[in-house]
C-alpha cells in the first residue's frame, strides 16, 4: 500500500471524487472488508463561521435520522484536530440528470425511480426531516440501477416544530422550488418536496423541465401559476399524477400517501427492504459505525468496556460536535442519549435491564457491554428497537450511548426522556444536555 493514505488504520483513501467550497470527497476502501466507500473531508480551518459548523453538523445528525435502502447511508465520522471525515456508501452509478440529459426515459424505468424517490422522501418526512433540495443532481445510481438520494445539506428537520409552524428559508435550485418557497411567506418543507417530486417526474418522462423561460422572473411566473403543458407521449395516467403534484396550492397538493394510492404509481411497486425490526435482530450486535465516541481504533475485553482516549471524548463532546443546539426550535430541546456515570459498568448494565424488563422489553446481551432492547409492540414506525452502549472513560468514570436502530424517532425520544432519564437517576452524574459535556447521536 505503498504511496497509499491509511486514515484510522481503517481507510485506505484513493482519488479525488469531487470537490466543494470547504471540502473533498475521495474514493476510500475499508481494510477489513475491502468495501468501497466514499470519504468526505472537511477542513476546520475552512469552516469560518459557527454557523457554517452548523450546516456540517446539522447534515451528518440528518443523516444518521433517515437510513434507507434509497438514501445514501453515513457509516462513520471520524475527527482530527484539524480536519472532519465523514465516511459514506460509496455509490458508483453517477447522477441521474447524466442518464436524463442524453433524452427522456421510458415511462416504466421513469415510474421505477419515481417509486424510489417517493419511498426515500415518506421516510425522510416519517423521521421529521424535509429535504428541500429535490433534483436529478441529488440523485445518484448504484450498480444495480437503483436510485439514491444525497445531499442533505439543505435539509431541515420539522418534526419537533409546533403544529402549523412555517419554514421561511428560501433555498433549492429555482426550476424545482415550490411557488410557496418563492412567496418568502412560510412553507411546509414536506408539502414543497412533492411539488418537486412532481418537477422530477416531469423532467424524467419529458427530458426537460416543466418550467422554462430565459428570464428568470418568467419562469417563477409560471411556478406561481403551475403553468405548463404535457407533450404528447405522455400517458393519460402520468398527466393525472402530475397534474396533482405540480398544483400550486400546497394545502390542495396531493400527499404521499394519496400518490401511494395511485394505480399508475403502484404498477410494478414493491415495497423496499427497509429496517424492519424483528426478534431475531436482538442477536445481532455488530459494531455500530455511527457512534460519535469513534475515532481510532480502541481496544476491548471480556472484562471491562471499551476505553475511550482524552481525545475522542474531548471530540466527541465538544460544542463543535454537539448536534443538540441544532435541535432547539422556539424553546423546543430534543431529549438527550448519553450520560456519564461513576458506578461500574456491570452496575448500570443491571439497571438498565431492570427499566427494560419493566417495560417488558425483549433483551440481549452482546459483548463488550452492550446491550439491544426491543419494544414489546409496534410503535409508528415499527417496534422499537434501542442499544445501549457503555465505555469507559477513566478509571471512575463511564460513558452510557442510547441509540436508536430502528422505530420511530419520537418514541426513541420520548423512551429517554420520560423512562431512561428518571429511572437511572441515582447512577447518572451528568445527562447529556446538562453543561458542556453533551453530545446526540440520532
Not at 128 to 156: C, I, Y
Not at 187 to 204: E, H, T
Not at 385 to 410: I, N
Request: hydrophobic share 40%; net charge positive.
Amino acid at each position: 500500500m505503498e504511496g497509499k493514505k491509511i486514515l484510522f488504520e481503517k481507510y485506505e483513501m484513493g482519488k479525488v471524487l469531487g470537490r466543494g467550497t470547504f471540502a473533498k470527497v475521495y474514493h476510500g476502501k475499508e481494510l477489513a472488508t475491502e468495501e468501497n466507500v466514499a470519504i468526505k473531508v472537511i477542513n476546520k480551518d475552512q469552516v469560518k463561521t459557527e454557523e457554517m459548523m452548523k450546516l456540517i453538523t446539522r447534515e451528518i445528525s440528518i443523516m444518521r435520522l433517515v437510513r434507507h435502502p434509497n438514501i445514501v447511508q453515513i457509516k462513520e465520522v471520524m475527527a482530527t484536530k484539524v480536519k472532519i471525515y465523514i465516511v459514506m456508501e460509496y455509490v458508483k452509478g453517477g447522477e441521474l440528470f447524466a442518464k436524463v440529459s442524453k433524452g427522456r426515459l421510458r415511462e416504466d424505468v421513469a415510474r421505477k425511480y419515481f417509486q424510489q424517490l417517493i419511498s426515500a422522501v415518506d421516510f425522510c418526512h416519517s423521521r421529521g426531516v424535509a429535504h428541500r433540495d429535490l433534483k436529478p443532481e441529488n440523485l445518484l445510481l448504484d450498480d444495480n440501477g437503483e436510485l439514491k438520494v444525497t445531499d442533505f445539506g439543505l435539509s431541515a428537520l420539522t418534526e419537533l416544530q409546533h403544529d402549523g409552524q412555517l419554514l421561511h428559508t428560501q433555498c433549492g435550485t429555482p426550476a424545482y422550488i415550490a411557488p410557496e418557497v418563492l412567496r418568502k411567506k412560510g412553507y411546509d418543507g414536506k408539502k414543497a418536496d412533492i411539488w418537486s417530486c412532481g418537477v422530477i417526474l416531469y423532467v424524467l418522462l419529458a427530458g426537460f423541465l416543466p418550467f422554462q423561460h430565459e428570464n428568470v422572473l418568467n419562469m417563477y411566473r409560471k411556478i406561481f401559476k403551475a403553468e405548463y403543458s404535457f407533450p404528447n407521449w405522455f400517458s393519460l395516467e402520468a398527466k393525472r399524477l402530475i397534474s396533482r403534484l405540480l398544483v400550486a396550492d400546497p394545502q390542495r397538493r396531493i400527499t404521499i400517501p394519496a400518490i401511494m394510492r395511485v394505480p399508475w404509481f403502484k404498477k410494478n411497486y414493491t415495497l423496499p427492504h427497509t429496517f424492519s425490526v424483528h426478534e431475531s435482530m436482538l442477536g445481532s450486535f455488530e459494531e455500530d459505525q455511527d457512534s460519535p465516541l469513534r475515532g481510532s481504533p480502541m481496544k476491548k475485553s471480556p472484562s471491562s468496556p471499551a476505553l475511550l482516549n482524552a481525545f475522542q471524548l474531548i471530540s466527541s463532546m465538544s460544542t463543535g460536535f454537539d448536534l443538540s443546539s441544532l435541535f432547539e426550535i422556539k424553546g423546543i430541546k430534543a431529549g438527550g442519549s448519553m450520560f456519564t456515570s461513576r458506578c461500574s459498568a456491570n452496575v448500570i448494565i443491571t439497571k438498565i435491564e431492570k427499566v427494560a424488563k419493566r417495560l417488558n422489553f425483549k433483551i440481549a446481551k452482546g459483548k463488550d457491554f452492550t446491550l439491544r432492547l426491543l419494544a414489546p409492540s409496534e410503535g409508528r414506525k415499527g417496534r422499537l428497537l434501542v442499544t445501549a452502549e457503555v465505555f469507559k472513560v477513566a478509571p471512575e468514570v463511564a460513558v452510557v450511548e442510547f441509540s436508536k436502530s430502528s422505530g420511530d424517532t419520537l418514541e426513541y425520544k420520548k423512551f429517554c426522556e420520560e423512562e431512561i432519564r428518571p429511572s437511572l437517576q441515582d447512577i447518572i452524574w451528568t445527562w447529556q444536555g446538562d453543561d458542556a459535556c453533551t453530545n446526540q447521536k440520532y
